[in-house]
């Protein structure tokens, strides 16, 4: 009965936060015990039966535990975050009830009614867009078109392919194999549907961001590994694997070429992150099981690294009254632990060396080259605009000018920033400390580390 604990324990959270929405930090820290203790509880049931109700099996494996885990992590870190910097308590109030559908999407090993619950999730967390911001119409109408269009997406996926138990390699037709993929390509918000994300990096609060960015394609992509047998099946899906590597090319290019233009951290940021979720994706196109467990490993990354920046970005827009060049002048004396932690994140997005994100790209690119090595040089080429791009921003945060006014970072948050990025360059310099990495893979691909 405890896996059903996962579900309810937020879902009774909700009123309570809602009922002291009108203190300053209750309602955060409320939240925060709530999904850690979400997360404990999921990580408990991994190697637990699974609970029969109705004759439907609930229960986790290693991969679903540890997204939501993940997933709760980095939603308790952001919402740490709104302890030093408010925001309307009803964010934390949905975001635990989107968390509770999501985690009872991917708990439920029916892959047809864990996609109904799973589409209740995706559409309680979208209404966080129109909720904290407004004037934020179209962006929650696009949005909502994009939930809307994951249903039929999620039913034919489904039907077809079955559930996990009862999916094997090459039974599934190229209807489910399309669905799944497009399903994929909608909620992550790859190329070309990235546009419906992008609003939300440049005037999104941090558990806005973390939630739809970051939360929801764990989910999704845990429930599409439930649905596959991933990772202990790598199988060849043909049609399937050349969409993910085609959306991850795109995305890559996109990424690449959009960034170079933008003078806002917050826009640089969410095309390096569609870029380097681009690099995940031509993972998970590539045939192989290492290509399959670097892939995973990598959207762990990235949304690690997504959480630090959007933290960051809500201090820099509240403190110092903005994200462009402008604002950013002279930000690391008003700001230092929010502007080297976000200067780690932003280095592991890019996938320079010594941090996280390195190595797993490294892995998938070298993989690329084997079978494409005129595509391997594209995607490296393109991977360097994000990187000028925040090269350009963080000049400006590190600039010697001093900064006119007297509102510092809180502490709270810049500690926050700055813990997640040196993890990712801890687990950059160190792969073993890094919690989820399986052993066998890591010595096999990257000498042990």
Request: one cysteine or more; charged letters at 10%.
């Amino acid at each position: 009965m405890i896996v059903l604990g996962v579900v309810f324990l937020p879902l009774l959270m909700v009123p309570v936060v809602l009922l002291l929405r009108r203190d300053h930090w209750a309602p955060a820290v409320a939240t925060v015990v709530a999904l850690v203790a979400t997360g404990a509880l999921a990580v408990s049931q991994v190697n637990v039966p699974p609970l029969v109700v109705l004759g439907r099996a609930i229960g986790f494996t290693p991969l679903t535990a540890g997204a939501v885990a993940l997933g709760c992590a980095l939603l308790a870190a952001t919402a740490l975050h709104t302890v030093a910097m408010p925001i309307d308590n009803s964010v934390h109030a949905l975001s635990l009830a989107a968390m509770a559908a999501l985690a009872g999407g991917v708990a439920i090993r029916n892959a047809t009614i864990g996609g109904l619950v799973l589409e209740i999730g995706i559409f309680l967390a979208i209404l966080l867009i129109p909720l904290r911001h407004r004037d934020a119409t179209l962006d929650g109408s696009r949005a909502m078109v994009i939930a809307a269009l994951l249903l039929p997406l999620i039913l034919s996926a489904s039907i077809t392919l079955g559930s996990g138990g009862s999916f094997v390699a090459g039974e599934g037709t190229n209807t489910g194999l399309l669905a799944l993929a497009g399903l994929l390509l909608l909620a992550l918000g790859l190329v070309p549907f990235h546009v419906w994300l992008m609003g939300l990096f440049r005037r999104g609060p941090a558990p806005s961001v973390v939630m739809l960015t970051v939360v929801l394609g764990l989910m999704v992509l845990t429930y599409a590994a439930g649905v596959l047998q991933w990772p202990e099946q790598s199988p060849s899906l043909g049609v399937f694997s050349t969409v993910l590597l085609a959306a991850g090319l795109g995305s890559v290019l996109l990424g690449g070429m959009a960034a170079l233009g933008q003078r806002s951290l917050g826009r640089v940021i969410g095309y390096a992150a569609l870029a380097d979720l681009g690099v995940a994706f031509i993972g998970l196109g590539l045939e192989g099981a290492p290509n399959l467990v670097a892939a995973i490993i990598h959207v762990v990354y990235r949304g690690v690294a997504v959480t630090a920046a959007a933290i960051a970005l809500g201090v820099f827009r509240r403190r110092l009254g903005g994200d462009d060049d402008y604002h950013l002048r002279g930000a690391l004396r008003k700001a230092p632990l929010s502007v080297l932690g976000v200067t780690l994140a932003c280095l592991s997005l890019t996938g320079l060396p010594l941090t996280a994100g390195f190595g797993t790209r490294l892995l998938i690119l070298t993989s690329l080259a084997r079978q494409s090595a005129p595509l391997a040089v594209l995607a490296v080429a393109f991977s360097l605009g994000p990187l000028w791009a925040l090269g350009r921003c963080l000049r400006a945060a590190f600039s010697p000018i001093l900064y006119v006014g007297d509102r510092r970072e809180p502490r709270l948050s810049g500690v926050l920033v700055l813990f997640l990025g040196a993890l990712l360059l801890v687990w950059g310099i160190v792969p073993r400390l890094v919690p989820f990495l399986p052993i066998s893979w890591l010595s096999g691909q990257m000498g042990g580390g």
